[in-house]
């Protein structure tokens, strides 16, 4: 084997393990996650709508008002910014939404959430000291809406699209409360 080879071989034989060392001292890939990434999509005709987040789980915690403080504003699950992606304009409660990927942050409250779309995306939902990433100059949609009690909990926090009653809205549920964003195209 001639030395050119041999060379190419080794550089190879160290970016591989640098790539094996990293995934597993940095981003822990053969762990569980404590609050999995998860995706949620939704086609109908030629809209398509796309939600990434993390779930986190109750775990016999109080959620509301305790783990996610009142009147603060939330990342809206756990780890990376949570992100609202749409390939045409909506209508959100009269406010319009530019097609576009936006972060989704929300301010939980004992009767109502506001919800913010915003323009800007956040590798992370929270900086080091805690505190929300948010910046409310790239908000772009800022909505109210009403908190719905369940009569049973939600373990996992859940993020999903209903259309059941011909009226498309983004829902979200953990631990005894439940809210619908209306989306109209």
Same mark, same amino acid.
């Given at each position: 084997m001639n030395t050119f080879l041999k060379r190419i071989?080794?550089?190879?034989?160290?970016?591989?393990?640098?790539?094996?060392?990293?995934?597993i001292f940095v981003e822990n890939i053969f762990e569980k996650r404590l609050s999995p990434k998860d995706t949620v999509k939704f086609e109908l005709n030629d809209l398509k709508l796309k939600v990434f987040y993390n779930r986190p789980y109750k775990k016999g915690r109080e959620i509301f008002g305790a783990?996610?403080?009142?009147?603060?504003?939330?990342?809206?699950?756990?780890?990376?910014?949570?992100?609202?992606?749409?390939?045409? +304009?909506l209508e959100i409660k009269g406010i319009p939404?530019?097609?576009g990927k936006y972060t989704l942050w929300t301010v939980p409250r +004992?009767? &109502?959430? &506001?919800?913010?779309f915003n323009s800007k995306q956040y590798s992370w939902g929270v900086n080091s000291e805690m505190q929300p990433m948010w910046d409310p100059n790239y908000d772009v949609v800022d909505v109210e809406v009403p908190v719905k009690k369940l009569n049973s909990p939600v373990e996992q926090f859940t993020i999903a699209f209903d259309n059941s009653t011909d009226s498309l809205a983004l829902t979200m549920a953990w631990d005894d409360?439940?809210?619908a964003v209306p989306l109209n195209e």
């Open positions: 071989l080794i550089l190879l034989t160290i970016v591989a393990l640098g790539l094996f060392l990293y995934s783990l996610v403080p009142f009147n603060q504003v939330w990342r809206t699950g756990a780890n990376e910014a949570t992100t609202f992606e749409t390939n045409q +304009d939404l530019p097609a +004992d009767s &109502t959430w &506001t919800v913010l409360i439940k809210i």
